[in-house]
């Protein structure tokens, strides 16, 4: 049995994938369980891998420390390339708004830290994990930790310590102060409903409707001439004539009166638009497509999978010129796009093609359409990527007193979101499937959380004997003040819809089970809105704040 012993207390590399696996699924199948409704997730693998380390099952330290920091660099890169193509758009319709909210929650959260420090004699090290666990964020925990390594040279266990044990109430006082919010502010969700109701036509990016063309002083103009006069953009995909004739429209076709257009425009042209063609009337997708004499057009949506197409622009395709069809919308990540010109196009978008059949069938052989092809991984980006993160993320930024960098969480984080915005500008193709990406995901935080259970576990039980248990209670106080106050101020100032309030909560404190509870209470999408919004923001201030407040203690 010696040979069982040695598998199970050993420092072979055997051992320590065999307990990193151990300490993985029996995390995960405690996750499952919910109290009230919350769960604590994969966050259970840190306090098996904590229980496992305490009854001495550890693992060798280098190949821990390794598993370590790739596991977290897979968690950040992989939101980084989620997040990357739609980052520099949530800024728009009110971003601004969601991401200073967010960046005030974590300010006064190491605010209070700090203050927490001064008046409690708290190490900064034990603090800044206490914080990371009190706002429920992995990446900072990983920056800090990297970040005293760098500076110190050594570890400092009582940074995953302070987070292990701050973590559970974190969790639950984000939910408990989502739900006082909405008691103490007296919220009617009825209320909020309505008010969501009357902003929806905003969160669109293009509108779809049908004209008449009444307009006797453009009578006989084509639509290029009607475009460069009201000075707006907007596309028709289709012109049903007096007589009954159904045709495609470009900017060649001739409008006359009586002509009922397809017109496709943003929501803020839309006013004007009508003005100029007529009046709107109420026409179905049927009888555009089916029940129009000659109607011998189809409309299909195409997905781009051919990689010799990603970065290219629809003027570079010319696939109105050569096969005679009209792009009416491009769809990206679920968000339909108003096509023009200079749009780029990207692998895994879908476009929506109309024309006669053998000409959309063309068009479907050029951009590829092939679902197969989408399920092959893109490596290259991945690993050029990572290499090209954590060149970026070893980069001096400032000098107080040691270097500040992006570091092993940062660096890749930055760049994942650069390369999912511009990659397709150098030949990457950026795109991965939804289970793909969090597959990665999963994979990073969980070897991240188990090797940090099984680094902290040896100290816990003293830890909390030796007065840890007052952590529990400063990562209360740094958890609930921040959010209640940037929560009422939003609220009461801001007028924020509290839809969107509890997910930019959620998103601030990088929360999915806050934000699972936000979405289940709003029946909506609102909250995952504001989350994705704030989150790749908070992530990076997250990091780089987690780290300059360890350097102040070196």
Known sequence: MEWLQSLFFGQSIAQAVLVISLVITLGIMLGKIKIGGISLGVTWILFVGIAMSHFGMSINGEIRHFAQEFGLILFVFSIGLQVGPSFFSSFKQGGMKLVGCAAAIVLLG????????????????????????????????????????????????????????????GVVGIILTIIFLRFALRVKLEREDEELAALSHEHH????????????????????YIRDLINRQFVISRVIHADGELTMADGDTLLHLGDKVRMICQPEDSEAITAFFGHTIEMSDEEWGHNVPNAHFISRRILITKPEINGKKFSDLRLRTKYGITITRVNRAGVDLLPYQGLELQVGDRVMVVGPEKSVAKVADVLGNSLKKLDHPNLITLFVGIALGILLGSIPLLNIPQPVKLGLAGGPLVLAILIGRFGTHFGLVTYTTMSANLMLREIGIALFLACVGLGA??????????????????????????????????????????????????????DPPALAYSSTLAGNDMPAVSYST?????????????????????
């Open 205 to 224: 990016l293009i509108e779809k409707f049908s004209l008449e063309f009444t307009n006797q002083l453009l009578d006989g103009r084509s639509v290029e």
């Open 457 to 510: 576990g040896e100290g816990f039980i003293d830890a909390i004997v030796g007065g840890g248990y007052r952590w529990i209670g400063y990562g209360a106080i740094i958890t609930v003040l921040p959010l209640l106050l940037v929560g009422t101020f939003a609220r009461l100032v801001l007028k924020m819809n509290y839809y969107t309030l509890i997910g930019m909560i959620s998103g601030a404190m990088t």
């Open 110 to 169: 190491v605010l209070t830290a700090g203050v927490l420090h001064l008046v409690t004699g708290v190490p900064i090290p034990t603090m800044v994990g206490i914080l990371s666990g009190a706002v429920t964020n992995t990446p900072g925990l990983g920056a800090a930790q990297q970040a005293y390594v760098d500076t110190a040279g050594v570890q400092d266990p009582s940074i995953a310590l302070g987070y292990a044990v701050a973590y559970p109430l």
């Open 534 to 554: 704030v989150y790749p923001v908070v992530m990076f201030l997250r990091v780089v704040t987690a780290q300059i407040f360890i350097l102040f203690a070196l």
